[in-house]
Structures are given as structure tokens and as C-alpha cells.
Nanobody, 111 residues
């Protein structure tokens, strides 16, 4: 069964960094676009970043230059390196592949 498992969330002060990981079952990782999304309370879920199987990336304007998405095809894992975090980055972060979603990991950025 296809599965995505996120990890790496937590509480960090503004200006700090976190790295999220998403381990995917091989059947949904290989040759597919992987993406990170986030949802803050009262807001719609939004795309944060995506990466193609070939390594091309795209970012939401709000995180470009601060976040970096990458993938390790040997480990079926996608990462989101988040630097210079802001309180407005506080949200539950989800990994996605095709129509499959992970359970989410909470990121909280304090002043």
C-alpha cells in the first residue's frame, strides 16, 4: 500500500531552521513529482515546493530563497530544508505524491 511518512517538524524561534523529511514507498516515489504543502489554521492548504523526478524545482513566492526541496532517489525520500523561518510559516506541513498524502507534521515558529 502506498505510504508517505513525514518527520522533522517542531518548535523553532524566528530566524531558525528545520529540515522536514518524507519517506515514500517506492511505488509512488519513482518517476513522480513530489511536493510539500502546508495548511495553517483557518487557511486553505497551499503548495510550498515541488520537485520533479529529474530534479527540477518550483517554490511558492513566500518561501523562495528560504526553503530548499531535494530528493534522494536511493532512499525514496524527499526533504524540505527551511531556513530563516518566520512566524507566518507556522502550519502543518504535508508531503504529497500523486493523490497520496502523508499524515502531516507540525511546524511552529515563535517570535
Amino acid at each position: 500500500q502506498a505510504q508517505l511518512v513525514e518527520s522533522g517538524g517542531g518548535l523553532v524561534q524566528a530566524g531558525g531552521s528545520l529540515r522536514l523529511s518524507c519517506a515514500a514507498s517506492g511505488s509512488i516515489f519513482s518517476n513522480n513529482v513530489m511536493s510539500w504543502h502546508r495548511q495553517a489554521p483557518g487557511n486553505q492548504r497551499e503548495l510550498v515546493a515541488l520537485i520533479t523526478s529529474g530534479g527540477r524545482t518550483n517554490y511558492a513566492d513566500s518561501v523562495r530563497g528560504r526553503f530548499t526541496i531535494s530528493r534522494d532517489n536511493a532512499k525514496n525520500t524527499v526533504y524540505l530544508q527551511m531556513n530563516s523561518l518566520k512566524p507566518e510559516d507556522t502550519a502543518v506541513y504535508y508531503c504529497r505524491a500523486l493523490n497520496f498524502w502523508g499524515q502531516g507534521t507540525q511546524v511552529t515558529v515563535s517570535l
